[in-house]
């Protein structure tokens, strides 16, 4: 009897023991992730026209918004992203149901033939459950991990499906351009086919020179050459747009028309803040940091004893008609604490530390180009509405100088060499103030792409129902919107600082 008391005290002294050095050897505390109270400094310039929800629509052209809907409902990229997040919400189930009992049933039949006597048979019949106890979160923390990065995915599909939305507008805009240059050089290909008749007279009454002749005609082919061009690149253009909306584009054509639209009001670029809020690419990234966090804490919880329990209810026979006579009702509990690992717990701690460190600097860095990228719109806007109007300026004079050089020619007082190279001139300022326009088109998408509107895909999809920003079924918002700060309560040995 008193053997069996000094046991028992033996085991309850060894088994406070290792709590405490388990204790000990762990992490002290999870990590966390603080936002300051600054806010960044407001953007450079801003106008008053609010945010659509679908921001193409500001442009007000229908034909650019049933384009942009075929896209979103056939892209195959888009619906590559819809099913990543299908598959990163199955994981998080997965990872789930470790927070739930595991109960299996069990059956069993064996028959036993011997020479030496008689045989005998056994049978088996019951359910076996185990169950691991959350002790310090470590499950919990792992299940939120899955859960962030299954609502990190959801936010990449919508920034598949903005980039989608911008590409399609690109293309689109692209293709008025270049239907407007195609006009455009017709009317300029008229003009010289026109003047070269014109030189072919006057060559035949012997008033000037073959030279002329020819440089007339090779401005004529110069035109041409120039159409070329362009007709190539509406026909690349629209296999671009066909495959953006998931077609096949051998057939491929489109009639978007020649007369690119009016610039919309500047948008309303609001706070720095609420585009942090906005962004998709801002919220996946601080989604991920934050599902890293979640990595850490179950990492360090794992340093910690955990307890396993298991059960069984279960009737055995030796024939099939004696079985549910008799049951077994058994429970078990097992308390695992590591004592020697070799330091592979700890390890594991110092790599996801490293891990959310990483997510900070990539979180911190996509904040800044999301900056830079509003920044970069409003400016190149402004400079590029001085340089069409600069570009109109020159063109007008352009004019101006080809018809008094004509006249010049004309009556002797210049040669046709000048006024060959004026009217190149006016032709291709012309041309350069309609790319230019398109340029201050693309300026505006981009910019609009930048501040990331409403646009909310899932009215074109209807996504699975999970959590936007999970953490413990709190959401999560980035509030200030300057970039969080990892402060790390860990132990000194490490010598890693706040």
Known sequence: ??????????????????????????????????????????????????????????????????????ALRGNFDLEGALQRILQAQAIARREASDLLPDVDGVALAESTVRTDSPNSARWVLGLDASYQVDLWGEIGSRVDAQWLRASATEADFNVVALTLSADVARTWFALIEANAQIELLDEQIQTNLTGLKLQEARFGLGQIRSADVLRQRQLVESTREQRVVVLSRIEVLEHLLAVLQGQPPQEASYS???????????????????????????????????????????????????????????????????????????????????????????????????????????????????????????????????????????????????????????????????????????????????????????????LYLALAGDFDPRQAYPLANIPLEYVDGVPIEIIEGAPPVIVEQLPEENDIDE
């Open 256 to 446: 978007p028309g020649a007369q690119l639209p009016q610039l919309p009001p500047l948008p309303e670029t609001g706070l720095p803040a609420e585009l942090l809020n906005r962004r998709p690419d801002i919220r996946r990234d601080f989604l991920a940091l934050w599902a890293a966090d979640r990595d850490l804490a179950s990492a360090v919880s794992a340093q910690y004893p955990r307890l396993n329990l298991a059960a069984s209810f279960t009737t055995v026979a030796e024939s099939p008609e004696n079985l549910f006579r008799e049951w077994v009702f058994s429970v078990a509990g097992q308390l695992i604490a590591p004592l020697i690992d070799g330091g592979q717990r700890r390890a594991e701690v110092d790599r996801n530390v490293a891990t959310v460190r990483l997510r900070f600097t990539e979180f911190s860095q996509t904040v800044l180009i999301a900056y830079q990228e509003v920044e970069n719109a409003l400016v190149r806007e402004q400079y590029q509405l001085q340089r069409i109007e600069k570009l109109e300026t020159q063109a007008k004079l352009a004019h101006q100088a080809s018809i008094q050089l004509r006249e010049q020619y004309l009556i002797g007082e210049t040669e046709y060499l000048d006024v060959l190279s004026s009217i190149q001139q006016e032709q291709s300022l012309q041309r350069n103030v309609l790319s230019a326009r398109l340029e201050l088109i693309l300026n505006r998408i981009a």
């Open 1 to 70: 009897m008193n053997s069996h008391l000094s046991t028992g005290w033996f085991l309850t002294w060894l088994l406070l023991l290792v709590l405490q050095l388990s204790g000990s050897g762990c992490a002290g505390k999870e990590s966390a992730v603080k936002l300051p109270t600054q806010s960044p400094p407001p953007f450079s310039e801003s106008g008053q026209a609010p945010l659509r929800d679908f921001w193409w629509t500001t442009f007000d052209d229908q034909e650019l918004d049933q384009q942009v809907d075929i």
